[in-house]
């Protein structure tokens, strides 16, 4: 049986990752390239059967003086469909899609209290 994959990156809430395992999916811990937690996400293929990332926000940002931005990182999300659901506090989503600039069409930002929601949907 091939179990969906759940992709997350370091500070993904564990109660998150609990209950997605709980419904049968697999998670895989991912970095950004910079915190080394896991799978870099540059070297997701389609072989890496990953369905959906979860992430905070501030994980999309590379670091001053990188010479890389955050679509540049998430390329791999978008050549294979990936969703990545990205929290940040309601209240700063307009201010932060300002701030980090251009982001890939399949990532959404949003509140941390539907993130858990909205992957459960998404993984259906």
């Known amino acids: 049986m091939n179990k969906k994959m759940v992709g997350y990156f370091t500070g993904t809430d564990s109660l998150w990752l609990t209950t997605l395992e709980a419904h049968g999916f697999d998670t ?3 970095s950004n390239g910079y915190d080394g937690h896991g799978m870099n996400i540059g070297l997701i293929t389609d072989r890496s059967r990953i369905s959906v990332i979860l992430t905070f926000f501030h994980k999309l940002i590379p670091p001053m ?3 890389i931005t955050a679509k540049d990182m998430l390329h ?5 469909g990936i969703p990545v659901l990205a929290a940040c506090p309601e209240d700063l989503i307009a201010m932060a899609k300002e701030n980090v600039g251009a982001l890939p069409e399949n990532v959404e930002l949003m509140d941390p209290e539907k993130m858990l929601d909205r992957a ?3 993984l259906k």
């Open 76 to 80: 791999n999300t978008t050549v294979y």
């Open 28 to 30: 895989l811990p991912l």
């Open 65 to 67: 003086g990188a010479e």
């Open 120 to 122: 459960l949907e998404l």
